[in-house]
């Protein structure tokens, strides 16, 4: 069974510039959310989504948005992109309800913003 | 929000030491309790998620108990391995959706 695919694994931006990640689920995962990892914050949860609909929300700016396909397959888009958006985004596929179901996480994205 | 905490930041153990750590989270509004496993250039692993107080889980070596009422879990690492060596991450979900992590406790075991 293929696991959960994060797709660029590297990139670097300028700031003000925009980017999307793409993160394609375990097959029959249909819950996908996303997560910043910076050296000083930790793994911060941005948000859920669920067939098609955002879920559930951490607390991070509306630069930071996200959407899900028909196939469970989602993207997370950063727009004006800053200094402090360099991180290591890391989106997981879920069977269960939100919460309480076991988490697998992708290899994630590293992205550089210059 | 949530604030969660894990201690200790780091420990260093060697080989056949057994181990605990500690993840503190505000008891109310709880959810659910989530450990994970972190080691260096892979992903997060999952190891239990746990919602009723009292609730024990053993995976192999690896053993935890949670507190909902005082608000606390522990993770136990029973004779520790050099495989052992890794980052192991809590994270409570409030009733709201929201997903709090921890920032871990860095586990090296020497051989």
């Known amino acids: 069974k293929a696991g959960v695919t994060q797709t660029p694994r590297y990139l670097i931006k300028t700031r003000g510039q925009q980017v999307t990640l793409s993160c394609s689920p375990i097959s029959g995962h249909r819950s996908v959310s996303w997560y910043q990892q910076t050296p000083g914050q930790g793994l911060q949860f941005l948000f859920e989504y669920f067939s098609e609909t955002q879920r559930n929300k951490g607390n991070f700016p509306g630069r930071f948005s996200g959407r899900q396909f028909s196939n469970s397959r989602s993207e997370m888009n950063v727009s004006t992109l800053e200094l402090g958006d360099s991180a290591l985004y890391l989106c997981?596929?879920?069977?269960?309800?939100w919460g309480t179901g076991e988490l697998f996480f992708g290899e994630g994205s590293r992205l550089t913003v210059l | 929000i949530l604030n969660v905490e894990q201690s200790p930041q780091s420990l260093h153990v060697q080989e056949g030491d057994s181990t605990n750590f500690t993840c503190s989270f505000p008891s109310s509004n709880f959810y659910a309790l989530h450990w994970y496993r972190w080691e260096t250039a892979k992903s997060p692993e999952a190891l239990f998620v746990m919602t009723l107080n009292g609730d024990e889980k053993k995976k192999g070596r690896i053993s935890a108990t949670l507190n909902t009422k005082e608000g606390y879990s522990y993770l136990y690492i029973k004779g520790s391995q050099p495989e052992d060596s890794a980052t192991y991450l809590c994270a409570s979900t409030e009733s709201q959706g929201n997903l709090i992590f921890g920032k871990g406790t860095k586990l090296s075991v020497k051989p």
């Open positions: 997981a596929s879920s069977l269960g309800q």
